[in-house]
């Protein structure tokens, strides 16, 4: 059996803007409701949701059998979580928090195999499904795609140090947190937060690596990729539900009063 290719990654290296939905309702039966939909990756989120690997196993296992590529973001920069994604077949992780190099580097070493890296080795993973992957300890680095999410004031001053390491495939710029570490929590919108993600992308590019973004607003979204973002996720599956679900209530709601 051959290497799974990783479409994900072959795309943003070519410049194939590549449109995401943020998952973070933590279940396979939910996802696979998406997973029909048109976008080309989806990032099943750890941090800041009640997922986790058994939960991301399943998931990966619906997308499987859909179009979207998955990007799994970790709940930290931890080699132990990273390695268990990769068993479990994740090829594209997103690492959140990652303030410089030297913790870009330790990503990097978390991703690959010694004398390269630190990921332990087992021959009897879903990742090279079962052993049946011929090479795959070889050729594994080929195909794994790593993002790192700067999010903070202090990253951004980093950032052409964390691109110029190697093994780093792409940035991304979090908005929910960079806005709170400039003292806008919650206030994405905010000019000087606007400016700082603008910024930020056009020094990603500028630096060489693809650029990333998550923006609920279709304007930002479109003034993002622009300015040269490749992966960008353009809503939240949470946040469609509870939206559509507001909406549709305050509908008939007003109906009734009427």
Same mark, same amino acid.
């Given at each position: 059996?051959?290497?799974?290719?990783?479409?994900?990654? $072959?795309?943003?290296?070519?410049? !194939?803007?590549?449109?995401?939905?943020?998952?973070?309702?933590?279940?396979?039966? &939910?996802? %696979?409701?998406?997973?029909?939909?048109?976008?080309?990756?989806?990032?099943?989120?750890?941090?800041?949701?009640?997922?986790?690997?058994?939960?991301? =196993?399943? $998931?990966?296992?619906?997308?499987?059998?859909?179009?979207?590529?998955?990007?799994? !973001?970790?709940? &930290?920069? /931890? +080699?132990?979580?990273?390695?268990?994604?990769?068993?479990?077949? &994740?090829?594209?992780?997103?690492?959140?928090?990652?303030?410089?190099?030297? %913790?870009?580097?330790?990503?990097?070493?978390?991703?690959?195999?010694?004398? /390269?890296?630190?990921?332990?080795?087992?021959? =009897?993973?879903?990742?090279?499904?079962?052993?049946?992957?011929?090479?795959?300890?070889?050729?594994?680095? %080929?195909?794994?795609?790593?993002?790192?999410?700067?999010?903070? +004031?202090?990253?951004?001053?980093?950032?052409?140090?964390?691109?110029?390491?190697?093994?780093?495939?792409?940035?991304?710029?979090?908005?929910?947190?960079?806005?709170?570490?400039?003292?806008? +929590?919650?206030?994405?919108?905010?000019?000087?937060?606007?400016?700082?993600?603008?910024?930020?992308? !056009?020094?990603?590019?500028?630096?060489?690596?693809?650029?990333?973004?998550?923006?609920?607003?279709? +304007?930002?979204?479109?003034?993002?990729?622009?300015?040269?973002?490749?992966?960008?996720?353009?809503?939240? /599956?949470?946040? =469609? =539900?509870?939206?559509?679900?507001?909406?549709?209530?305050? !509908?008939?709601?007003?109906?009734?009063? &009427?």
């Amino acid at each position: 059996m051959d290497m799974p290719r990783n479409a994900f990654k $072959q795309a943003i290296f070519e410049g !194939r803007q590549q449109i995401g939905l943020w998952c973070t309702l933590s279940s396979a039966y &939910a996802l %696979e409701v998406v997973a029909g939909s048109k976008f080309d990756w989806m990032l099943l989120d750890t941090e800041h949701s009640p997922g986790d690997v058994p939960s991301v =196993l399943s $998931q990966l296992q619906v997308l499987a059998g859909h179009r979207p590529s998955a990007v799994v !973001r970790p709940a &930290a920069n /931890d +080699a132990v979580l990273i390695k268990k994604y990769l068993d479990i077949g &994740a090829q594209t992780l997103l690492i959140p928090y990652v303030q410089n190099a030297e %913790e870009a580097h330790a990503a990097v070493a978390a991703v690959r195999y010694p004398p /390269d890296g630190i990921r332990g080795v087992s021959a =009897l993973t879903r990742a090279t499904q079962f052993g049946r992957v011929k090479g795959y300890a070889q050729k594994v680095a %080929e195909e794994i795609c790593l993002l790192v999410q700067v999010e903070t +004031a202090e990253a951004l001053d980093e950032i052409e140090a964390i691109a110029a390491v190697d093994g780093v495939d792409g940035i991304f710029v979090g908005p929910g947190d960079l806005a709170a570490s400039l003292g806008h +929590a919650g206030d994405l919108m905010n000019p000087r937060v606007v400016a700082a993600v603008e910024d930020a992308i !056009r020094r990603i590019r500028a630096a060489g690596k693809p650029a990333g973004v998550l923006t609920g607003d279709p +304007a930002f979204a479109q003034r993002c990729i622009e300015l040269g973002c490749v992966f960008t996720a353009v809503g939240v /599956d949470a946040g =469609l =539900l509870a939206r559509a679900s507001d909406a549709l209530a305050e !509908r008939f709601a007003g109906l009734v009063q &009427a």
